[in-house]
């Protein structure tokens, strides 16, 4: 009888390892993917960088390269590198302003769509800035509300409250769009700091 009772605990004990080897198997595999998303800094702009720029973003919404440059090389402005197993995968563009930072221009590669990568760097993004501000387009599309979906399912929220971003071209109108946040406070006094804030050092007014 002792000798069946040890046989059946060895059996549960096997079988306790046998879990936690693939609870650990798992979370080991989950490393190894999300490792091969990197982000790194540069000051100058590649040209890989700037063709998915111009492909990514009308020529309103935004900066032209030589002005991107003098705000990169003044330290303004600062540029992310994307990469996927150290391929290029894309790119963003952000400013690190009072007690947050504010995503200007964030673009995944074409031919890295779909893998989850943009989600992985914004939650990179996040474990070095809790709190982060950007503009996305209203839901008037099914690719504006599919872009807002894509953020609150990050755990961004949107404000409430008018907002309009500068042309980035002489005399050009302004476009309504809505600011979205993570870690920031919310209120109309908060979204008004914020946006005062972008307005005079992103867009200079």
Not at 10 to 36: G, H, K, N, P
Not at 62 to 77: I, P, V
């Amino acid at each position: 009888m002792m000798i069946l009772i040890c046989v059946y605990r060895i059996r549960d004990l096997l079988s306790v390892l046998s879990i936690i080897l693939i609870i650990c198997t798992l979370e080991q595999l989950f490393y190894l993917c999300a490792c091969m998303i990197a982000i790194c800094t540069l000051q100058v702009i590649p040209a890989e960088v700037v063709l998915l720029y111009e492909l990514s973003f009308p020529v309103e919404e935004r900066r032209n390269l030589s002005a991107q440059q003098e705000l990169l090389e003044a330290g303004t402005l600062q540029l992310q590198i994307v990469k996927n197993d150290d391929v290029f995968a894309g790119f963003v563009f952000c400013w690190l302003l009072t007690d947050f930072i504010f995503i200007e221009h964030f673009a995944i590669d074409a031919s890295q769509r779909g893998g989850g990568i943009g989600s992985k760097v914004i939650t990179l993004l996040q474990s070095q800035y809790p709190r982060i501000v950007l503009e996305v387009e209203p839901p008037h599309s099914t690719d504006a509300g599919r872009r807002i979906r894509f953020y609150e399912g990050l755990g961004f929220q949107s404000y409430p409250y008018s907002y309009r971003q500068p042309s980035y071209l002489a005399g050009g109108e302004p476009l309504e769009m809505l600011l979205m946040q993570t870690g920031m406070p919310a209120g109309e006094d908060a979204f008004s700091g914020i946006s005062s804030e972008i307005y005079r050092e992103v867009y200079g007014i």
